[in-house]
């Protein structure tokens, strides 16, 4: 008997370093531009410019996580892996909401040339070592992160 699963990826973002350089490089020249502009409502404009920008370099991350994980969805290969580790960790929630419960794992597989691969991957939820599990890869992207995908679970009893 088979009992499938769907796995849900864990959609935060990460920061690196040199994101939010570049950021704050944006934030700053906007920032002198506006003075430039408008002097003397500086600080009103400057506050909806920044939050504009914001808002816009986050939608656009999110945007752009959500096209790879569906292209890969929909034209990468299929594959079955098992889960190498798991590494539980907590997302405490802001007051009034769920705590996020998920884990950090790592997942070994086959490609379409017989090469064994290695995932990392952060989800919601836990897998257990040893347990399989069904992704879907692009060959062209195997090596990034977002070339992978993790599927569902598959578990034989």
């Known amino acids: 008997m088979t009992a499938d699963r769907d796995i849900t990826l864990d959609t935060?973002?990460?920061v690196s370093w040199i994101a939010?350089?570049?950021v704050l490089v944006i934030i700053g020249g906007s920032?002198?531009?506006?003075?430039?502009?408008w002097p003397d409502t500086f600080f009103d404009v400057a506050v909806w410019v920044v939050v504009a920008e914001v808002i816009g370099l986050l939608a656009a991350v999110f945007i752009r996580q959500a096209r790879r994980r569906r292209?890969?969805?929909r034209s990468g290969r299929e594959a079955i892996g098992v889960v190498e580790s798991s590494e539980p960790w907590l997302r405490q929630g802001q007051e009034g909401s769920e705590d996020t419960i998920g884990a950090v794992v790592t997942?070994?597989?086959a490609d379409h040339e017989g090469r064994m691969r290695r995932t990392i991957q952060s989800i919601e939820g836990?897998?257990?070592v040893g347990q399989r599990v069904v992704l879907r890869y692009l060959p062209d992207r195997i090596?990034?992160?977002d070339g992978v995908v993790l599927v569902?679970?598959?578990t034989v009893s």
């Open 31 to 37: 920032l002198v531009a506006v003075h430039a502009l």
């Open 126 to 128: 836990s897998l257990s």
């Open 152 to 154: 569902s679970t598959r």
């Open 143 to 145: 090596d990034h992160r």
């Open 20 to 22: 939010l350089v570049c």
């Open 12 to 14: 935060s973002v990460g």
């Open 107 to 109: 997942v070994v597989f």
């Open 71 to 73: 292209r890969v969805q």
